[in-house]
């Protein structure tokens, strides 16, 4: 396992942007985001792995979230484009230190490691 400090989201209006960044304690091989609205089951967004040679997206976000990686420093960052108010939710990052974690992105709620959360809200 490693540890996850997360920043960024916030509230901004509809259309907006945000981004949300995620930095780990060590290595990895997957990292990414899922969000949980209240009332709502839990929905892995997007994920990075092996390096950044496979991403993979929800439907919900694809073409409007984007990952961005630095690997120097164990961080990703989300980037948020074109918010809708669906998009409100608390965000999680999740990363997972064994070689064989799951690079879909139903995967990411079975990963060792996980934030604290941050929440983001999408409202006019």
């Known amino acids: 396992q490693v540890q996850l400090a997360e920043s960024g989201g916030g509230s901004v209006q509809p259309g907006g942007s945000l981004s949300v960044s995620c930095a780990a304690s060590?290595?990895?091989?997957?990292m990414g985001w899922y969000r949980q609205a209240p009332g709502q089951e839990r929905e892995g967004i997007a994920l990075?792995?092996?390096?950044?040679?496979?991403?993979d997206y929800a439907d919900s976000v694809r073409d409007r979230f984007r990952i961005f990686r630095d690997n120097a420093k164990n961080t990703l960052t989300l980037q948020m484009n074109n918010l809708k108010s669906e998009d409100s939710a608390l965000y999680y990052c999740a990363a997972d230190t064994r070689r064989e974690c799951g690079v879909r992105v139903q995967a990411i709620r079975a990963y060792n490691s996980w934030s604290q959360g941050t929440q983001v809200t999408v409202s006019s």
């Open positions: 060590g290595d990895f091989w997957c």
């Open positions: 990075s792995a092996r390096g950044g040679t496979i991403e």
